[in-house]
C-alpha cells in the first residue's frame, strides 16, 4: 500500500496560494486525516522569513484532501527558487486486513510552488510568456547546476536521480527530462509522480507511441508533458496525443521541416555531438532560434 500524499497546487495568486495534499482512502480507517504543516520559504539566493501554514483536512471524498492557504506566495522562479518544507502525517489508523495497524510515520519534503502552464503556442512561467533555452547532457553531474545557472541554461536529461532533483530545485535550474521506455503504464505514473515532486522538472518528454490518456496528467500535476515526434515531418492533428501539453521537435544539422501546429506551444531540439562547455552550447540555441526565425516563434530551442 502506498501511504505518500501526493501534492498539488491549486489556485495562485500573488496574494495566495492553495496547495493541496491527498492520499486514497483505501486500506485506511474510517477517521483518517492528513494534518501537517508548510514550512517555508527558504532561499540560498534571498533572506527569507519563514512561517508554518497549517494543513487543515477538506471532510469526506474518495480520497483524504488537506489544503494549506498561504498567504503572500514566494513562488519558484529560476532567478530565485524559493522552496518550502512539507510536514504531512496521517492521522488515524490504517485497516491491514482484520486489524488495525498504526499510522505510518510523518513524512518530510521539500516542494515549490511554482506557476507553470501553456497559453496558445506559448510556454507561462510565474505568469509570464517564457522561452526555454537549454542544452543537452548526456551524463549530468550535480557540478554542471552551477554553470548551467550561470549560463541561464536548462538542461535536456535523463534518469536524473534524487540527490541531482533536489539540487537543480535549490540551484534554479529548469530541467526537461526525457523519458524512456517504462513499460507498464503504472510504471510511467509512477516515475511522473516521482519527478513531479521536484520544481526544478519543467517538461518530462515521452515518445509519441505511450499508450495513455489525458487522465496521466493526473501523475504529473506540477509538469508539462511533452510528445517527442520525429523530424522532418508534418504533424496532422489526430497524430497528437490526448496528454500532450507540448510537442518536442528533434531536427537535424539544416533541417527547417517543422510544421508548428497552431494551437499548442512546440520546442525545437537540434542535437549537436559538440563537446563545448555548457555556456557555448547555450549561445547555440541563439543561433536555433535565428536559423528557425523564417517558420515563427517557438516556445523553447534546444542544442
Known amino acids: 500500500m502506498n501511504l505518500e500524499p501526493q501534492l498539488f497546487i491549486g489556485d495562485a495568486s500573488d496574494a495566495e496560494a492553495r496547495v493541496y495534499a491527498t492520499l486514497p482512502r483505501a486500506g485506511l480507517a474510517d477517521d483518517a486525516q492528513l494534518i501537517g504543516e508548510l514550512i517555508g520559504p527558504h ?44 510536514e504531512l502525517r496521517l492521522a488515524g489508523a490504517v485497516a491491514a486486513e482484520n486489524e ?56 535536456y536529461i535523463e534518469e536524473p536521480s534524487e540527490a541531482f532533483l533536489q539540487e537543480a530545485s535549490e540551484e534554479g535550474v529548469l530541467l526537461v527530462v526525457r523519458l524512456g521506455e517504462m513499460g507498464a503504464q503504472g510504471k510511467l505514473a509512477m516515475e511522473l509522480a516521482r519527478l513531479g515532486r521536484w520544481p526544478a522538472v519543467a517538461i518530462a518528454v515521452l515518445n509519441d507511441e505511450v499508450p495513455a490518456g489525458k487522465e496521466i496528467r493526473l501523475s504529473a500535476r506540477s509538469m508539462l508533458l ?7 515531418a ?23 521541416a517543422i510544421v508548428q501546429p497552431p494551437h499548442m506551444p512546440v520546442v525545437a531540439y537540434r542535437p549537436t555531438a559538440e563537446p563545448a562547455a555548457i555556456a557555448q552550447r547555450r549561445r547555440n540555441c541563439d543561433h536555433l532560434q535565428a536559423d528557425l526565425a523564417p517558420l515563427g516563434d517557438f516556445a523553447g530551442y534546444f542544442t
Open 226 to 232: 511533452a510528445q517527442r515526434l520525429n523530424s522532418g
Open 100 to 155: 488495525i495497524a498504526p499510522a505510518p510515520p510523518a513524512m518530510r519534503r521539500p516542494f515549490g510552488i511554482r506557476r507553470l502552464g501553456v497559453h496558445g503556442t506559448s510556454i507561462y512561467l510565474d505568469a509570464k510568456r517564457f522561452v526555454l533555452r537549454g542544452v543537452h547532457l548526456d551524463a549530468p553531474k550535480i557540478e554542471d547546476l552551477k554553470a548551467a545557472r550561470e549560463a541561464a541554461s536548462a538542461l
Open 234 to 256: 508534418a504533424t496532422p492533428p489526430a497524430s497528437i496525443a490526448p496528454w500532450a501539453h507540448v510537442l518536442w521537435w528533434e531536427i537535424g544539422p539544416t533541417e527547417s
Open 43 to 86: 532561499c540560498r539566493y534571498s533572506k527569507t522569513l519563514p512561517a508554518r501554514i497549517r494543513f487543515v483536512d477538506r471532510g469526506p471524498g474518495p480520497t483524504l484532501l488537506a489544503e494549506a492557504v498561504v498567504p503572500d506566495p514566494c513562488f519558484w522562479t529560476p532567478e530565485l527558487p524559493f522552496m518550502y518544507s512539507v
